[in-house]
């Protein structure tokens, strides 16, 4: 348990009417075996007992499942480590001595609601337009009433596993939300259940990616990169394919 | 279908069918190009009766209004996208990830597109303007008919050290765009198939590489011999 000082330049924004700017703070007795967060606690203790405001930042499941802990640390979403949350970076990644800054998530469609908290209602309206499945009420059906391949299975809960957090969008250069997008059609595009409404669901998403200002894809692979989830460019291959095809067929 | 037109992924799509036309519109004029290593009055003979038949079989008139077309969609296209993109992110990082989740060549696009642009409006003004309105030298043939010599000037034009420079930087540019631009090209279609990455790559890649290069080795090559 090594003891850690670190210089944070984080970006400070009361609202999201007003500009932020970069503060510096200095913080002691951190040790390496806390997470990122736990590290932010710290630093928003001291700031409470010097009767400052403390750092907003979102979090809430602090073990890598609900994608609230969006940050930009050192220029990465989420932080160095690949396939890991903000929340689930430890901070013996980091040296004694270190400067971290730390920067809000950067897209048109995320705007800043306090320092490092971000709206991503965007990608909410994404999944309303289409990111669902319509089923009848009433029983329960058997859950094994239609097969499905092991390999099929296997690829659309490798896209559901996309927790939401919008750090493609936040490595893309073009603040692209392709990858985000394209999980979210192909976790049910790809199974039976998803069929019927396959054509409309990939143009009504595609189309609110769009409105909500989402730069387009430039293949960087910058977000299969980043993604705490590792999900796979392949999608957005995936969603190419069914958006063209689905507006040819009319 | 409205939407389809404006859409981010139909326009990628035209970005990406017209930058793979302008990829082999460069096969074909490698091939014509690479007439230039034969040597002598017979290479100065055959490259300016193939100089005449480009600027006048109907044929190629047609493909090369393909080009034009080509080039300036993909232009306008790209740069178009490029400029939207910059819109969809108005505050930018203060520290950038550099190039540890993504490849430079891929960040740099527009800026490789551009001076590919600088290069084709110079390298046009050079030969295909000269061929078509310049007042060009002429070749003798044998059967007493003259044809306009472009052999003279694509040689001449590489005694230059700095015009040949400024060519085989542009073919690095060249290099550096299709590197990432090839590859892109065939996930955007989708075509890049997960069973045929590894080959796939390697054929993008190998594609990236040699064109630039044997354009490249063409003026190195006349620029020795004029030494
Ligand atoms: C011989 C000339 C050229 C060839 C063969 C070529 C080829 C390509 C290819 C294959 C792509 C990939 C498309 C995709 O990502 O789907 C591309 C992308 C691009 N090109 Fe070109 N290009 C050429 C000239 C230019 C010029 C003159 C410009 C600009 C002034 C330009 C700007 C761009 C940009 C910005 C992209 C990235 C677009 C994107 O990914 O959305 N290119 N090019
Ligand atoms: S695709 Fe990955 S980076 Fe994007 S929202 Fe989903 S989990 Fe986050
Ligand atoms: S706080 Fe839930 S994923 Fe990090």
Avoid at chain 1, 57 to 80: A, K, L, Y
Avoid at chain 2, 138 to 146: A, I, S
Wanted: glycine residues 6%; proline residues 4%.
């Amino acid at each position: 348990m090594t003891d850690l000082q670190l210089t944070l330049n984080i970006w400070r924004q009361r609202s999201s009417s007003e500009s932020g700017k970069f503060e510096s703070y200095e913080v002691d007795n951190l040790n390496t075996h806390m997470s990122f967060l736990e590290m932010l606690d710290v630093l928003n203790e001291n700031l409470v007992e010097e009767n400052k405001e403390p750092v907003a930042f979102d979090h809430d499941c602090r073990e890598g499942i609900c994608g609230m802990c969006s940050m930009v640390i050192n220029g990465r979403p989420h932080g160095p480590m690949k396939g890991t949350t903000t929340c689930q970076l430890h901070m013996r990644h980091f040296k004694n001595g270190d400067t971290i800054t730390i920067e809000p998530w950067r897209a048109k469609a995320f705007p800043v609601v306090k320092d490092l908290v971000v709206d991503r209602s965007s990608f909410d309206r994404i999944i309303q337009s289409g990111g669902y499945v319509s089923v009848n009420t009433g029983s329960a059906p058997d859950g094994n009433a239609i097969p499905i391949p092991k390999s099929i299975a296997e690829e659309a809960f490798d896209a559901a596993a996309c927790i939401g957090c919008g750090a493609c969008v936040a490595s893309c250069k073009n603040a692209s939300a392709s990858l985000f997008v394209s999980a979210k059609i192909s976790q049910l595009s790809l199974l039976p259940q998803g069929q019927p409404e396959k054509n409309e669901r990939v143009k009504k998403m595609v189309a609110q990616m769009d409105e909500e200002g989402f730069g387009h894809c430039t293949n960087t692979g910058a977000c299969q990169a980043e993604c705490p989830k590792e999900i796979s460019v392949d999608y957005i291959r995936k969603m190419n394919v069914d958006y063209n095809l689905s507006n040819i067929k009319g | 279908m409205n939407n389809y037109f404006t859409s981010t992924i139909f326009r990628k799509i035209l970005a990406a069918l017209s930058g793979l036309f302008l990829t082999f519109f460069l096969l074909g004029h490698l091939a014509g190009n690479l007439q230039l290593f034969i040597s002598g009055v017979e290479g100065q003979t055959q490259f300016n009766k193939y100089a005449l038949f480009m600027t006048t079989n109907p044929v190629v008139k047609l493909l090369s209004i393909l080009t034009y077309a080509s080039i300036l969609l993909h232009v306008v296209l790209t740069l178009y996208l490029a400029f939207k993109s910059r819109q969809a992110r108005p505050i930018g990082y203060a520290v950038s990830s550099g190039n540890s989740n993504s490849s430079w060549s891929s960040n740099n696009m527009a800026i490789l597109g551009t001076f590919l642009l600088l290069f084709i409006i110079v390298h046009m003004r050079s030969f295909w303007y000269e061929m078509h309105f310049g007042e060009m030298p002429y070749q003798y043939l044998d059967d007493g008919t003259k044809i306009k010599d472009l052999y003279l000037i694509t040689t001449s034009a590489f005694n230059n050290p700095l015009y040949t420079l400024f060519y085989i930087l542009s073919m690095i540019a060249l290099a550096l765009h299709l590197k990432h631009g090839v590859g892109s090209a065939v996930q955007t279609i989708g075509l890049k198939l997960p069973n045929y990455e590894k080959p796939l790559k390697y054929i993008a890649e190998s594609v990236a590489l040699i064109i630039p290069a044997t354009f490249a080795s063409i003026p190195i090559y006349l620029y020795i011999k004029n030494l």
